[in-house]
């Protein structure tokens, strides 16, 4: 293709190397919108940690403070609250415990004595079969934490 330029196949490696290095560094995985009905259920995570999530929008979980989960800020033992897909309206980006599907979901966690709760959001990736804890709204599996369904 640069046979016929001396220079012209030094040039097209220096434009075409940042390219090749940003797509070899991104992690943005593709998210899947799914029903709520789809993320009714228990999931599992790699380390113990463990979400059921019910059609009422409750969920219970366990094990939320795994070393990869530590920066979320999120208790350990049982815990509770509601979660809900985010939705984007007149108000902005918020979790909607209405929004019928969406592929992200937000926790909602009651905890005692605390006046902020746990900052932990999943991304619905794989098609729906996985949920990815992240903290960041860029990047769906910011944590590495993923949580597939429990048979």
């Given at each position: 293709m640069f046979k016929n330029h001396p220079k012209g196949g030094r040039q097209?490696?220096?434009v075409l190397l940042p390219l090749l290095l940003v797509t070899a560094c991104s992690t943005r995985e593709d998210t899947t919108k799914v029903p709520a009905e789809h993320i009714?259920?228990?999931?599992?995570?790699p380390d113990g940690e463990r979400i059921s999530f019910s059609a009422d929008r409750e969920?219970?979980?366990t094990g939320l403070d795994s070393k990869k989960l530590a920066t979320a800020d999120c208790p350990g033992g049982k815990s509770n609250g509601a979660w809900g897909f985010f939705v984007d309206d007149a108000n902005g980006s918020h979790r909607s415990e209405t929004?019928?599907?969406g592929s992200w979901i937000g926790l909602g966690l009651a905890r005692k004595y605390l006046d902020w709760g746990c900052l932990?959001?999943?991304a619905v990736v794989d098609g729906g079969k996985t949920l990815c804890a992240t903290l960041d709204p860029d990047?769906?599996?910011?944590l590495d934490v993923r949580f597939t369904r429990e048979k």
């Open positions: 097209a490696t220096i009714v259920g228990n999931w599992k995570g969920f219970t979980a929004a019928k599907s932990l959001d999943f990047d769906p599996c910011s």
